[in-house]
């Protein structure tokens, strides 16, 4: 199989990865991205930012490798957008991270068309989403240029086309789910009616060639990162359900070739379209996840991740945490919840609130995962689970005890450009399966649950509890 240059341009970096056909890893470079969180829940990247680190993370990742390379291929953060000229590339607003709320005002003047951006589109009608985004960018930063996806203006810059791809297009609010088309009727709904959008490509399609890593290279393969994940953690079957934990934490499960919409308050999403034929997942959010851990380094309770099972206290002394500090998603879609902390007492240390931290985005991860199960109707068996986070075993251990499964850790802490790759790989090779495609593995570790059944179910109640009390409190300001 050929080999092919990865990049994965996520919030906090840009990973580039060469990767040869035997699934051998022969270069990588990484450069951090720092995201600026604005008061009033702005969250900002600087875009000439952003396309240095796919540039340089790219080229240094071909350097180091020392090989031809067959393809390059683009996995992006799915709804971070931005304002640019088409005519030069050049940037006319910052890009707007997914986690920015300052669209609030905007989905709450279109609450009443919420039910029907649903049913249209799987999706709930949140500013975590593309166009909400794209629409305040609009109303108050510039009418002039373009406005997508940052996927589509780091193709640009690559190929000179315009494109994004079915995944990515899927997490707008302006696509239809049963077809991932851009919907007319959406789009002038939130005033986008006019604009001139990207065409929506297949993930399997070469969509153009760049120069910008030597010669001239197919770029193919585009997909989100989170679709992407869930593709390298082989979960090809309906039911397959993986977690990365990156910035936030995302739970996606496989729904099949159907386009099913949750009852649950999940997001129904496209996973990728190949060989013609589209795959769907439900999708669930927990916002702060490795931001969290970032938050409490800013705050002096670690100096770094690694330190978190060395602070982390063995238990909480009943404190409890809603890590709420970007809203939350799924089931509760309250992008102005604030976090909270209970149960405190003159003698809680740091290490109480480091734990009550990391069982907080447990239990959001096995909320999710609930709702998951009610969707698909069958509990999960496994979770498949990857991302910086998974290197604590507190934090593991709490998502195995809470869920009720085992934690299956994925061996790679590639798995979203690898995903891409077999994206790459199917593009170049027509005769490919996309589970050929995929490279096989064996988890590195699996963390079984070891709390009873009763203690899983207290936790979540108490939690559960505090969630309610903190949006209650929320609610009354």
């Not at 096995?366 to 986070?389: F, H, K, N």
């Not at 998502?399 to 790759?421: E, F, N």
């Amino acid at each position: 199989m050929s080999t092919v240059l990865a990049i994965d341009q996520g919030t906090s970096g840009t990973k580039a990865i060469v990767v040869d056909g035997d699934g051998g890893v022969l270069g990588i470079a990484e450069h951090p991205v720092r995201p600026a969180y604005l008061p009033g829940g702005g969250v900002e990247q600087d875009p000439g930012e952003l396309l240095a680190s796919v540039l340089d993370a790219g080229r240094q990742a071909v350097a180091r490798a020392g090989v031809r390379i067959d393809a390059v291929t683009l996995a992006n953060q799915g709804e971070t957008v931005l304002a640019w000229d088409p005519a030069t590339g050049e940037p006319l607003s910052q890009a707007i991270v997914w986690q920015d709320r300052r669209s609030e005002g905007i989905c709450a003047e279109l609450a009443g068309s919420g039910e029907r951006i649903a049913g249209t589109t799987g999706l709930i009608l949140d500013p975590y989403f593309s166009a909400p985004k794209m629409a305040w960018l609009r109303r108050n930063v510039t009418s002039q240029g373009v406005v997508t996806t940052s996927d589509s203006w780091i193709v640009h810059h690559l190929t000179g086309e315009f494109v994004t791809d079915v995944s990515t297009a899927g997490r707008s609010l302006v696509t239809r789910l049963d077809d991932a088309e851009w919907d007319a009727e959406l789009l002038g709904l939130f005033g986008l009616g006019e604009e001139r959008l990207p065409r929506i490509v297949s993930c399997d399609e070469v969509v153009g060639r760049t120069a910008a890593f030597g010669g001239r290279i197919p770029v193919a393969g585009l997909v989100v990162d989170q679709q992407a994940a869930l593709l390298a953690e082989n979960c090809l079957r309906v039911g397959d359900a993986k977690c990365t934990f990156g910035t936030g934490a995302f739970l996606l499960a496989n729904t099949g070739t159907s386009a099913a919409r949750s009852t649950a308050g999940l997001a129904a999403s496209v996973a990728w379209r190949v060989r013609g034929e589209t795959s769907y997942c439900f999708d669930g959010q927990v916002y702060t996840a490795a931001s969290a851990v970032r938050w409490m380094q800013d705050l002096g309770f670690v100096r770094t991740a690694a330190d978190l099972d060395t602070v982390a206290a063995p238990d909480s002394e009943g404190v409890l945490c809603v890590p709420a500090l970007a809203g939350l998603a799924a089931p509760w879609w309250r992008p102005d919840a604030k976090a909270a902390f209970t149960g405190m007492t003159l003698s809680t240390g740091p290490g109480h609130l480091v734990l009550a931290v990391l069982q907080g985005i447990a239990a959001q991860v096995a909320e999710v995962g609930g709702l998951v199960a009610t969707d698909l109707g069958q509990p999960l068996t496994t979770l498949r689970v990857d991302g910086g986070l998974t290197r604590s075993r507190v934090l593991m251990q709490a998502v195995a005890d809470l869920t009720r499964i085992p934690i299956d850790v994925y061996p790679s802490q590639h798995a979203t450009p690898l995903g891409a790759v077999a994206l790459a790989r199917a593009s170049l090779d027509p005769s490919l399966s996309l589970e050929d495609a995929v490279d096989p593995w064996e988890p590195s570790t699996t963390y079984e649950p070891r709390w009873s059944a009763d203690r899983a179910a207290d936790f979540r109640s108490r939690w559960g509890e505090a969630v309610a009390a903190a949006l209650t409190r929320e609610g009354e300001r």
